[in-house]
């Protein structure tokens, strides 16, 4: 089945500057690739998603790359601000059934 | 206000008692999934359903046992057979399968004492 590494597990940058969280994937066959945010005690919110047809996209400060001949993919937060600070993570999904694999996600903290 | 709700957002029980956690959806999705996070881990699949009177296990459905007898409801029962049951357990809901959007309720913290 799919298997989902994702790194690094905490990252620390100072305020302004940039984030970046990567995450490599198993199965060629995985199509659906979304990153979300969980804010201390919530739910995880999706922040932006890409699917295998498409290569980068962008909304904001926020953009993710797909490289399906190595199979990685990764997340780019530009200009980082206090509200950054969460825990991200990364999935993704195949074809042949419903379920979306994560990754154990990457504790993000923005730095004064 | 279409959304997915979770309740409560904090159970203790004592060890040997089952306990069933409340997943409700009022956004009309088809599918429905229980996820289970414990810290370092991410998130585990439990058990899904894409559709009424139907639900599928999951990577870890041991020591737990869901219903779907209504499309917005899908209650998660934790049994006394789970060894370790104490956790941030999550449901989620997208409209169909096939890489759709989950949403994600927010949780309830079920401690075991």
């Known amino acids: 089945g799919e298997n989902v590494e994702q790194h690094p597990s905490t990252l620390s940058v100072q305020e302004g500057d940039s984030a970046v969280i990567k995450c490599t994937y198993s199965?060629?066959?995985?199509?659906?690739f979304p990153w979300y945010k969980q804010e201390l005690g919530k739910g995880p919110q999706l922040i932006i998603d890409?699917?295998?047809?498409?290569g980068e996209k962008k909304d904001q400060r926020i953009a993710v790359t797909l490289n399906k001949t190595a199979k990685h993919f990764s997340l780019h937060i530009t200009e980082t601000q206090p509200e950054d600070s969460a825990v991200y993570f990364c999935a993704a999904k195949g074809n042949r059934d419903d379920k979306i694999i994560f990754g154990k996600g990457t504790r993000l903290h923005i730095l004064p | 206000d279409g959304g997915i709700t979770q309740s409560p957002k904090y159970l203790f029980r004592k060890e040997g008692q089952n306990v069933t956690l409340s997943c409700e959806q009022n956004?009309?999705?088809?599918?429905m999934y229980w996820y289970r996070q414990d810290p370092g881990q991410g998130l585990r699949l439990i058990y899904y359903s894409q559709i009424v009177n139907d639900f599928q296990k999951g990577d870890i459905a041991e020591g737990y046992s869901v219903s779907r007898e209504k499309k917005e409801s899908f209650p998660l029962t934790v049994t006394s057979a789970q060894k370790n049951p104490t956790a941030f357990y999550l449901c989620?809901?997208?409209?169909?399968?096939?890489?759709?959007?989950?949403?994600f309720g927010p949780g309830t913290r079920l401690t075991v004492l």
């Open positions: 890409i699917r295998s047809n498409v």
């Open positions: 199965d060629s066959a995985s199509n659906y």
């Open positions: 989620a809901s997208s409209i169909v399968s096939g890489g759709n959007e989950q949403f």
């Open positions: 956004l009309n999705h088809d599918a």
